[in-house]
């Protein structure tokens, strides 16, 4: 693996290949010096193309002896043998071993997400140790990582979490497009404040989707199927496709893949005489041509579009019942993305060059029952009215830059950033039974946001064992806002106003290894998000210091992490361990919350803290099952409340539970003909938190327990695995809030999604 890395080629199958060789060294093609590696050993190199490798066992020869009782028959080449693999991760953008890396990092492989039956965000999130993801539904939500929440509520905040599909990164302050997790090599999530790498947005860390890439010389291609049922709903399908084109051999391929599905609804409506109110549709395309110009260098040029549309929103009047809510109207929400990247990668004399350049696009829209707050927009308002809002989003980033190769006490990567985005958002307010004469309110904004910066990242081994990294990021950003308010009440209320920030972003690491797969390291980081203006609220809204009221502007916030984290390989690599013990100081946080009126506005809550545990143990009991644990410990605090804000300290982060755990077992058992029995189990218990800083408008959420399991038939080709989530049929509270325009009014509850069971059939060629 550590050949791969220096060599810069994908490897897999290490594992057919155990004991040691002799070292390595000199000025090698990669041929050369996997041959070298591979001699007299019981095994061999199959080169799939220039880039990616897979050893194998020699035909005819006695395999390694096994770390366990052999299995009764061969077993399929669909992962019958559940070994922990070293995984490679770039979200430190440079290739690095998971386990050698000194951060909270953790990573899920395409082949466990598809074998679990995971195919979105949520799904991710019940597997790794403190992420949370809201439940306003597909395409509204929110990700946070080790309880660093800013409220469930997207506004005018940069998102906390840092989110990126390979090397782009996908939102500013929308929601999570929710992409689904269709063809993924990886998904990383890599926890802390990664300012010096990653600048504003990356306050609590990131988290990123890596997807596979073309592959040169092999055609190839999948097809899934599914469907699906779910207690007291309607049904659910899916479809999900990829193709792998050779173009010219060795030089081009182009890769495929598409996929639609439809989550049927499970939420009634009796007052619109609606059942199954919340379903939801999303398609999604993606492409990738990659072509080897030369040995040393590649191009690979993409896009991704996917189109989410919510005939409703999913929460409920538990007054009513459990699955039931009363509405005025429907509540639908789109969420269309795309993106377009260039992405060079090439080796010069002196490092690795990576280049990427992308565009992306984002619509959000929002339809709400706004009925309940007429009245605050135009006394004496009678009658149904709705809210709609639309979010347009385009987004350009380049970021170069060149990392260190081969070995040496001093491995160094320097980067430059640039990013430029426009958002325009239109909200308007109005009387449904007279929409041409009867607008209430309506808003026209425009944000410009400029960011540039320089970056770079040195680790230096002090001796054998000691090593120091230090990172650093010089940043200036700006934003240029532009508002026109109108409706009933008085004149049009225009606001424009700029922002900026500079500063720099810094990062230090003391990583001591015990052994040497086992380490401890000690690390500080900053993060940071820039400021901004609030120009929502009626004709009349005061924009001042005083409570509740909330500043036409709002400060940049800072947070400060210190860890202190040990990792370990145990027992011949049949342990696995990683811990870390954080403490984070949240200066100035910034938290979207909402006026009385219903419009949002963000501010600054004051300062906040939170200490914690997190772990993450994965344990092989033999090859064919495995256990993996993770959980949370913390308690996060507002410590400071700012005088503007309409709160009083120690009270905690909103949506953050002070204990979550999620526990896994997967079990793999070859069969005859080629055939592997799959068995995975989950479970997941999310502690109680409160959804905003204000107790008394807050009753308290979470305190529950989530389960999934499923079983496969894996072949050589086909696969068949069924699923059930929520099998206890659990009804807890999820972090999410519902209408914002009767929140105050009537207590809303967002439930789990009923017991649900699925069955896909999918093949490869």
């Known amino acids: 693996m550590r050949f791969a890395l220096q060599a810069g080629v994908s490897l897999g199958g290490a594992r057919a290949c155990d004991g040691r060789s002799e070292a390595v060294a000199g000025r090698l093609t990669a041929r050369e010096a996997l041959a070298r590696l591979l001699a007299g050993s019981d095994c061999r190199a199959d080169w799939v193309d220039r880039t990616v490798v897979r050893i194998v066992a020699i035909p005819g020869r006695p395999a390694p002896p096994p770390r366990a009782a052999p299995p009764p028959s061969p077993p399929s080449e669909a992962a019958s043998d559940l070994a922990i693999p070293e995984i490679i991760v770039t979200a430190t953008k440079r290739a690095s071993l998971l386990d050698s890396l000194p951060y909270a990092v953790s990573a899920l492989s395409g ?22 993801v809201t439940n306003l539904g597909p395409g509204r939500d929110k990700i946070f990582l080790r309880g660093l929440s ?14 990126y599909l390979d090397r782009v990164p996908v939102t500013y302050n929308a929601p999570d497009p929710d992409l689904r997790l269709a063809d993924i ?12 790498l990653y600048g504003g947005g990356s306050i609590a860390g990131i988290y990123r989707i890596v997807t596979r890439q073309p592959v040169l010389d092999r055609f190839a291609g999948a097809l899934e199927f599914s469907a699906a049922t779910t207690r007291g709903g309607s049904a659910s399908g899916s479809f999900e496709g990829m193709l792998n084109l050779p173009l010219a051999k060795d030089r ?20 619109l005489g609606k059942a199954d109110v919340n379903r939801t549709v999303r398609t999604g395309v993606r492409a990738a041509l990659r072509i080897e110009t030369t040995p040393d260098w590649t191009a690979t040029l993409g896009g991704t579009a996917q189109w989410i549309n919510s005939a409703d929103t999913q929460y409920v009047n538990p007054a009513l019942g459990r699955l039931n809510r009363s509405a005025a109207m429907r509540e639908p929400h789109d969420n269309d993305f795309a993106q377009a990247y260039l992405t060079v990668e090439g080796r010069l004399p002196w490092g690795d060059l990576t280049s990427s350049t992308a565009l992306v696009s984002h619509d959000i829209g929002s339809r709400y029952d706004a009925s309940a707050a007429a009245p605050l927009f135009r006394p004496g308002t009678t009658g149904a009215a709705a809210f709609d809002e639309l979010t347009a989003i385009r987004l350009m980033v380049e970021e170069v830059n060149l990392t260190s190769r081969g070995p040496g006490r001093l491995q160094w990567l320097v980067g430059a950033f640039a990013s430029a985005s426009d958002e325009t958002t239109a909200g308007d307010l109005w009387l449904t039974a007279s929409p041409a004469a009867a607008a209430l309110y309506h808003e026209r904004r425009t944000d410009r946001l400029v960011e540039t910066a320089l970056y770079g990242e040195a680790t230096y081994d002090l001796t054998a064992r000691l090593s120091f990294t230090a990172g650093l990021r010089y940043f200036q950003s700006s934003v240029r806002t532009a508002s026109l308010v109108s409706g009933f009440g008085g004149p049009d209320r225009a606001f424009s106003g700029r922002a900026g920030l500079d500063g720099w972003a810094p990062k230090a690491v003391l990583a001591y290894r015990l052994t040497t797969d086992s380490q401890v390291y000690f690390l500080v980081s900053e993060g940071y998000r820039s400021g901004g203006f609030n120009t929502g609220g009626p004709i009349g809204q005061q924009f001042s210091n005083t409570t509740p009221e909330p500043d036409r502007r709002f400060r940049p916030d800072e947070l400060w992490n210190y860890e202190l984290g040990l990792k370990a390989s145990l027992m011949d690599g049949r342990l696995k361990l990683r811990a870390a013990a954080f403490y984070a100081i949240w200066g100035d946080l910034q938290t979207d919350q909402f006026l009385p009126s219903g419009l949002s506005f963000t501010g600054n809550a004051g300062t906040g803290r939170n200490v914690g545990l997190e772990t993450e143990l994965v344990y092989q009991f033999a090859d064919w099952l495995q256990v993996r644990l993770n959980g949370l410990i913390d308690e996060p605090e507002l410590t400071q409340a700012d005088p503007g804000f309409p709160t009083r300290r120690d009270v905690g982060l909103p949506g953050v539970p002070d204990v979550s755990a999620g526990a896994a077992i997967a079990y793999r058992r070859p069969l005859a003909g080629g055939w592997t029995v799959v068995l995975d189990g989950q479970i997941e218990y999310v502690g109680g938190s409160r959804l905003t800083f204000d107790p008394s408008l807050s009753p308290r959420m979470g305190d529950y327990t989530l389960a999934k399991a499923s079983a496969a038939l894996v072949g050589p080709r086909w696969r068949i695995t069924a699923v059930v989530s929520n099998p206890s049929d659990s009804s807890g509270d999820t972090f999410a809030y519902g209408n914002p325009f009767s929140l105050r009014f009537a207590r809303q509850v967002t439930p789990l999604r009923p017991v649900t069971f699925r069955l896909s059939v999918g093949m490869t060629f």
């Open 111 to 132: 082949e466990d997400l598809k074998l679990s039956g995971t195919v979105d965000t949520a799904d991710v999130a019940a597997q790794l140790a403190g992420v949370t």
């Open 150 to 163: 800013d409220g469930a509520f997207t506004g005018r905040t940069q998102s906390t979490v840092g989110l």
């Open 185 to 196: 090599d990886k998904v990383e999530v890599l926890r802390g404040p990664q300012g010096s």
């Open 252 to 271: 081009a391929a182009l890769r495929l893949v598409g996929y639609s599905e439809s989550d049927g609804g499970y939420i009634d409506d009796p007052a």
